[in-house]
């Protein structure tokens, strides 16, 4: 299946960017409403996949320092088709923002997959949600979108 990529203002796509991260990050992996939208999103760039019938099905979010996160895919539709095709398209709109590299918050357990991919930590490890994350960081022309499922 392929999938329709498109930048969205938040303001006016807000609705389906909220249905699918509460869908994914609130109801099934328990983050809290609060920490989930927490006040970085009305000044992000936000993106949305669509399937072929034109439901949204995914949507991330690239922060102006270069954080890419809140990345959060329906069910039915997680498979490394939708990540790849998303992370092409956000980089490439990164990189005509002039960013040259991405960070994202890790999940200490998958510290190891993204840093054999080109990720170098930045930072202290912290807490956000009450799990442990390591922020990695890597130049936009040597990401590998391969590592990348949801990310929080």
Same mark, same amino acid.
């Given at each position: 299946?392929?999938?329709?990529?498109?930048?969205?203002?938040?303001?006016?796509?807000?609705?389906?960017?909220?249905?699918?991260?509460?869908?994914?990050?609130?109801?099934?992996?328990?983050?809290?409403?609060?920490?989930?939208?927490?006040?970085?999103?009305?000044?992000?760039?936000?993106?949305?996949?669509?399937?072929?019938?034109?439901?949204?099905?995914?949507?991330?979010?690239?922060?102006?320092? $270069?954080?890419?996160?809140?990345? !959060?895919?329906? #069910?039915?539709? &997680?498979?490394?088709?939708?990540? %790849? @095709?998303?992370?092409?398209?956000?980089?490439?709109?990164?990189?005509?923002?002039?960013?040259?590299?991405?960070?994202?918050?890790?999940?200490?357990?998958?510290?190891?997959?993204?840093?054999?991919?080109?990720?170098?930590?930045? $930072?202290?490890?912290?807490?956000? !949600?009450?799990? #442990?994350?390591? &922020?990695?960081?890597?130049?936009? %022309? @040597?990401?590998?979108?391969?590592?990348?499922?949801?990310?929080?």
């Amino acid at each position: 299946m392929s999938y329709q990529i498109h930048q969205v203002d938040w303001g006016s796509q807000d609705n389906p960017i909220r249905q699918i991260r509460e869908r994914v990050f609130v109801c099934e992996l328990n983050i809290p409403k609060a920490i989930e939208f927490d006040g970085r999103d009305t000044t992000a760039l936000h993106f949305i996949a669509y399937a072929d019938n034109g439901e949204p099905v995914a949507t991330a979010r690239l922060c102006k320092d $270069g954080l890419l996160g809140r990345i !959060a895919v329906l #069910p039915p539709h &997680r498979n490394r088709g939708i990540y %790849s @095709q998303m992370l092409t398209f956000i980089l490439s709109n990164a990189a005509s923002n002039g960013l040259e590299s991405i960070c994202i918050n890790c999940l200490l357990d998958e510290v190891e997959r993204f840093k054999n991919k080109g990720f170098s930590p930045c $930072g202290c490890v912290f807490m956000e !949600a009450g799990i #442990p994350r390591q &922020r990695l960081q890597c130049p936009i %022309s @040597q990401c590998d979108s391969s590592p990348f499922t949801m990310v929080h």
